[in-house]
């Protein structure tokens, strides 16, 4: 018996196909244009949300549970920019990571089954949109 693994949406990718769009979450509204919230979920029980601008581009990404998911496979190509991130541009422990530049915002935590993070384009959200609403 073969098992596919449910598969998600790169940052900056297209919406993936086994994704559910969040209903209670759908209309996240920054100034005149939504973001639709979507979520996979993965084998381990961890929950990967993707937010969407009107064309089905992936402009964040969050993920919470026991797993952290393939950062090289949800942040896409923007994975090399991330792992190959300046001093200046990191805060690091043991237990967490982040990025904070122009184009990309990573923050990654966790122990031993609790994994969260977020992932976003700060180019491509639109004007107006409040991050507490993903983070």
């Given at each position: 018996?073969?098992?596919?693994?449910?598969?998600?949406?790169?940052?900056?990718?297209?919406?993936?196909?086994?994704?559910?769009?969040?209903?209670?979450?759908?209309?996240?509204?920054?100034?005149?244009?939504?973001?639709?919230?979507?979520?996979?979920?993965?084998p381990s029980g961890t929950q990967i949300k993707e937010y969407a601008n009107a064309d089905g581009v992936v402009v964040a990404v969050t993920w919470q549970?026991?797993?952290?998911?393939?950062?090289?496979?949800?942040?896409?190509?923007?994975?090399?920019?991330?792992?190959?991130?300046?001093?200046?541009?990191?805060?690091?422990?043991?237990?967490?990571?982040?990025?904070?530049?122009?184009?990309?915002?990573?923050?990654?935590?966790?122990?031993?089954?609790?994994?969260?993070?977020?992932?976003?384009?700060?180019?491509?959200?639109?004007?107006?949109?409040?991050?507490?609403?993903?983070?």
């Open positions: 018996m073969v098992c596919a693994a449910p598969s998600f949406a790169e940052l900056g990718g297209t919406v993936a196909k086994e994704a559910v769009q969040i209903k209670e979450q759908s209309s996240i509204v920054a100034t005149d244009q939504t973001l639709n919230v979507y979520q996979v979920k993965m549970g026991p797993t952290l998911p393939n950062l090289k496979v949800l942040l896409g190509d923007h994975f090399d920019e991330f792992a190959n991130r300046k001093p200046s541009s990191l805060a690091i422990n043991r237990r967490s990571a982040a990025i904070h530049t122009d184009d990309l915002v990573v923050q990654s935590h966790g122990q031993m089954r609790s994994f969260a993070g977020f992932a976003y384009l700060p180019k491509l959200l639109p004007p107006g949109f409040n991050l507490d609403q993903i983070k």
